[in-house]
């Protein structure tokens, strides 16, 4: 029997529903832990009431809302994206059907529910089709798919999974980049509040003078700059943040962020200042990034969503979907 946590409630229980993401299966972890979730609904979905169930067997978290299309639904957390699946648990067959057992004991007040984030090979997904499907009609939204390096073997094993002529585009720009003094440094004092305002700052000032930030089309501002801020303070004083900036002559032009969760690098964001766009100024940022990586014995790079240019730098990674339960039975 599951219970409904009011939002302080689970707010205090956020160390054991990371526990139940560590622990679920088939699922993108780091965008279902509270460091995405969280911040995501607090930043682009204000507007939407959490509804949020723990028990025996894990959780379920959604928000509830309105839409004059699809009517009353429920949704993750995170569902701007839809990485994030909204079911954690180690059991997938007892969770669904506490999940399936919650939710349909409320199924007066939401008239479409989404399950994101879900592998459709997984367990919990097939236990989540039956049981739902005694009751409701089911449909499949699109899937979402994400891109991940292996760092098996080091940076020589990384780079041998790329292609020669990328090897040897990433090493040139490489030594460019140190030919012309510039510089790296890590992030640093990002567990303490002042420490991650300074970091911060810092990076927002390199973001505004990107082709995207110059485009208003950056991190830098709005609900996206909300969302990286509030991340940053849950992921910092975990220890989890690993970013760089890049100086020359003691001026900032590039940074690299990204977090540590069930040991992987999830990549966050990568800028550079648009006046030194002919530098490659992003690859080196990444090729920088894996370097410590491996050498801090990280084992896999999550690049995130399908974007085309990711494909050179990874193999395939997860690929979820969306399970759309309708309210009215058959």
């Keep these: ?88 648990g180690a059991r997938p067959v007892p969770l669904a059907r506490e999940v399936v057992g919650a939710l349909s004991a409320i199924d007066d007040s939401w008239d479409t529910l989404w399950l994101c984030g879900l592998s459709r090979d997984s367990r919990l997904f097939k236990a989540l089709v039956a049981g739902f499907g005694k009751r409701f009609r089911l449909g499949l939204g699109p899937e979402t798919r994400r891109y991940t390096a292996s760092l098996e073997g080091g940076l020589d094993g990384f780079m041998s999974r790329r292609s ?14 140190e030919a012309d003094g510039f510089a790296f440094e890590a992030a640093h004092d990002v567990r303490s509040a002042a420490g991650r305002e300074t970091f911060f700052e810092r990076l927002m000032a390199i973001e505004a003078r990107s082709w995207k930030g110059l485009a208003d089309s950056g991190v830098n501002e709005g609900p996206m700059r909300q969302f990286y801020r509030q991340m940053l303070d849950r992921i910092g004083p975990a220890g989890q943040v690993r970013a760089l900036v890049l100086t020359r002559d003691g001026e900032d032009v590039a940074y690299i962020l990204g977090g540590l969760f069930a040991g992987a690098y ?17 690859n080196v940022m990444q090729l920088e990034m894996i370097r410590r990586l491996c050498d801090e014995g990280v084992g896999w790079y999550d690049l995130g969503s399908d ?16 399970l759309v339960v309708l309210g009215a039975p058959p």
């Design 1 to 88: 029997m599951m219970q409904r946590l009011e939002p302080d409630a689970f707010a205090a229980r956020l160390d054991a529903f990371d526990a139940a993401v560590l622990a679920t299966e088939g699922i993108d972890h780091f965008c279902t832990s509270s460091a995405w979730v969280v911040p995501a609904r607090e930043a682009f979905h204000p507007e939407t009431t959490p509804v949020v169930f723990e028990g025996a067997e894990g959780f379920v978290a959604l928000a509830r809302d309105d839409s004059a299309t699809v009517g009353r639904y429920l949704a993750p957390l995170e569902a701007m994206w839809g990485l994030a699946s909204p079911v954690a």
């Design 164 to 177: 020669a002529k990328f090897r040897a585009n990433l090493r040139r720009a490489a030594r460019q980049v």
């Design 266 to 282: 999830r990549g966050l964001q990568v800028s550079f200042d648009d006046r030194f766009r002919a530098l490659s100024l992003g």
């Design 307 to 322: 974007i085309p240019y990711k494909a050179r730098w990874a193999e395939d990674g997860l690929t979820t979907v969306t």
